[in-house]
T-cell receptor, first 111, second 110 residues
Framework: DVKVTQSSRYLVKRTGEKVFLECVQD?????MFWYRQDPGLGLRLIYF???????EKGDIPEGYSVSREKKERFSLILESASTNQTSMYLC??????????FGPGTRLTVL | QKEVEQNSGPLSVPEGAIASLNCTYS??????FFWYRQYSGKSPELIMF????GDKEDGRFTAQLNKASQYVSLLIRDSQPSDSATYLC??????????FGTGTSLTVIP
């Protein structure tokens, strides 16, 4: 079974803090993705990566950065957290052109 | 911008009935089509994928694809209360990116 894990299920941070969300997959997938999900807006792609040290901007990259130093790990960084970044963050991985498998999600609250 | 449209619902069906969920997409170059189920507070899980025109059946679930009409649907036969969830349609082109609809909320009434 594909396993995608995320570092935290729930996270509470203060405005201005630097936040790290980590995602690890154990299936040797090339592709990894970060989404945020908000009511009424669906899943919106923040960043994705096709390979180690490769990254591509998604639809809403502003205020975020990513790091992929190892194939199995894809980190999302909020440089200076703001209240409008309160959301559910979902990581996914996939082989090239194939099904995306999601992690359990991190519900982030920024106060 | 590649659009994937779903009726947000909520869609309510009685237990044992057929639930029909619909999705349209804007990009004619789309190649792969996926249905995910998402329970409240959980992450999406894959139910079915379909690549070719026609029907694909898996247990109580049937995916239908009509590329000419840019339309994909999911039928759930003998609906159960445990099927109550939000169903996400996803579409992929020849690349690796997925485009998701906003989801249809389904409630199966016992």
């Amino acid at each position: 079974d594909v396993k995608v894990t995320q570092s935290s299920r729930y996270l509470v941070k203060r405005t201005g803090e630097k936040v790290f969300l980590e995602c690890v997959q154990d299936m040797d997938h090339e592709n990894m993705f970060w989404y945020r999900q908000d009511p009424g807006l669906g899943l919106r792609l923040i960043y994705f990566s096709y390979d180690v040290k490769m990254k591509e901007k998604g639809d809403i990259p502003e205020g975020y950065s990513v790091s992929r130093e190892k194939k199995e790990r894809f980190s999302l960084i909020l440089e200076s957290a703001s209240t409008n970044q309160t959301s559910m963050y979902l990581c996914a991985s996939s082989p090239p052109g194939d099904t995306q498998y999601f992690g359990p999600g991190t519900r982030l609250t920024v106060l | 911008q590649k659009e994937v449209e779903q009726n947000s619902g909520p869609l309510s069906v009685p237990e044992g009935a057929i639930a029909s969920l619909n999705c349209t997409y804007s990009d004619r170059g789309s190649q792969s089509f996926f249905w995910y189920r998402q329970y409240s507070g959980k992450s999406p899980e894959l139910i079915m994928f379909i690549y070719s025109n026609g029907d694909k059946e898996d247990g109580r679930f049937t995916a239908q694809l009509n590329k000419a009409s840019q339309y994909v649907s999911l039928l759930i036969r003998d609906s159960q209360p445990s099927d109550s969830a939000t169903y996400l349609c996803a579409v992929s082109d020849t690349g690796n990116q997925f485009y998701f609809g906003t989801g249809t909320s389904l409630t199966v009434i016992p």
